[in-house]
């Protein structure tokens, strides 16, 4: 009778021990998660000549299985808006940008509110760059809620749009884990 070689049974049992530690291991360390959900909407914000037309509408719902966690802001940049404007409310008419629109003079500023389970930063002025605007200090049981603060300083040379037209801008929020 034959027996197969004893090596070749010890390398079966290294491989099934191998195949079992990094089944345990996989199943051991789950990526950490994080969702965040928008409530509230600005509609038909009017904006003031000389005034800094502060909004706080909107605020951020956080949950996230672990800590600590952050939330950036940028210009989506959406709708073929051109990149020259990252940041500030272009001109809309309908349902698009219009050729060469009237671009505000100064950027958009958002920040987060002071509040509990997060450190609020500083106000930042939008571009088409992620920036911070909170980081988590715990993990949210079960969620977290996050005023946000719009600021919008209009000049007077900011031009006075005609009838159905509109100054726009999209953010896109972002979250993750440091």
């Known amino acids: 009778m034959h027996h197969p070689h004893p090596d070749f049974r010890s390398n079966i049992l290294i491989i099934i021990i191998v195949v079992l530690l990094l089944l345990f291991c996989n199943t051991m360390v789950s990526a950490a998660d994080i969702s965040l959900g928008i409530s509230g909407t600005i509609n038909d914000w009017k904006l003031a000549t000389g005034q800094d037309n502060t909004n706080e509408a909107l605020s951020l719902t956080v949950v996230a299985d672990t800590q600590p966690w952050y939330i950036k802001v940028r210009d989506a940049l959406d709708d073929e808006k051109p990149g020259t404007s990252a940041g500030h409310m272009a001109e809309w008419y309908g349902s698009s940008y219009v050729t060469s629109p009237h671009v505000l003079s100064n950027p958009m500023n958002i920040a987060a509110a002071s509040g509990t389970g997060y450190t609020a930063g500083s106000a930042i002025s939008l571009s088409g760059s992620y920036q911070q605007i909170a980081t988590g200090t715990t993990i949210p049981s079960p969620s977290v809620t996050i005023p946000i603060i719009i600021t919008q300083p209009v000049v007077i040379a900011d ?8 100054y ?11």
């Not at 031009?159 to 509109?166: D, F, W």
């Not at 726009?168 to 440091?178: D, H, L």
């Open 168 to 178: 726009r801008i999209v953010t896109t929020f972002s979250g993750g884990f440091t």
């Open 159 to 166: 031009t006075n749009l005609t009838a159905g037209h509109v």
